[in-house]
């Protein structure tokens, strides 16, 4: 069964440095998203992407983020200068289309700033 | 604020029995409404979407929605140890111009032998 897959699963990095986190969709769905769960808290949205641009940004994603498809496949979620707050899980998941709402998570990168 | 409210737990039920979760939510015009199952230290992994008033049932689950009062609930029949996990109430709320999924904080389900 297709499946979201991320990578790396866990990402240690220095407050102030800047990190990547990937993402591979499932390979016939259209819409892909960011969240970020900060332990012992909810899932939060941070991006929309559809047709190569951002849909929707949440108030969480100002611009020390950036998303990118920079190919067919990869999907990618760039923290810029991170803070120790930047600290959590980030999920990727992808939606097959507008009408089928449904949402498929991939594992999630613990993120850990240090 | 546009919410989605949850009862933290946990709710603790011994196997076999019926569990019942809850939630409600703000946005009078949201239209498609989610649980999902969450391990500790895992992702989300859907379980029902709903998206009409009534019932939907899948196996052991089924989905409730009175869009009327604002609530959605999931039952979880004849209870497993292996449901033993945190449930998550997403609702599509509308804001600035599009439909953004909303997470409530989850719900502790506890199913003991």
């Known amino acids: 069964e297709p499946e979201v897959t991320q990578t790396p699963s866990h990402q240690v990095t220095q407050m102030g440095q800047e990190v990547i986190l990937r993402c591979v969709p499932i390979?016939?769905?259209?819409?892909f998203y960011w969240y970020r769960q900060i332990l012992g808290q909810k899932v939060e949205f941070l991006v929309s992407?559809?047709?190569?641009?951002?849909?929707?940004k949440s108030e969480i994603f100002d611009d020390q983020f950036s998303v990118e498809r920079p190919d067919g496949s990869n999907f990618t979620l760039k923290i810029r200068s991170t803070k120790l707050e930047d600290s959590a899980m980030y999920f990727c998941?992808?939606?097959?289309?507008?009408?089928?709402?449904?949402?498929?998570f991939g594992p999630g990168t613990r993120l850990t700033v240090l | 604020q546009k919410e989605v409210e949850q009862n933290s737990g946990p709710l603790s039920v011994p196997e076999g029995a019926i569990a019942s979760l809850n939630c409600t939510y703000s946005?009078?015009?949201?239209?498609?409404f989610f649980w999902y199952r969450q391990y500790s230290g895992k992702s989300p992994e859907l379980i029902m979407s709903?998206?009409?008033?009534g019932d939907k049932e899948d196996g052991r689950f089924t989905a409730q929605l009175n869009k009327a009062s604002q609530y959605v609930s999931l039952l979880i029949r004849d209870s497993q140890p292996s449901d033993s996990a945190t449930y998550l109430c997403?609702?599509?709320?509308?804001?600035?111009?599009?439909?953004?999924?909303?997470f409530g904080r989850g719900t502790s389900l506890i199913v003991h032998p």
């Open positions: 998941a992808s939606q097959k289309t507008s009408s089928y709402n449904e949402q498929f």
């Open positions: 390979s016939n769905h259209l819409y």
């Open positions: 992407f559809y047709n190569n641009e951002i849909s929707e």
């Open positions: 946005d009078r015009g949201s239209q498609s």
């Open positions: 709903i998206y009409s008033n």
């Open positions: 997403a609702v599509n709320m509308w804001e600035g111009g599009s439909y953004i999924p909303t």
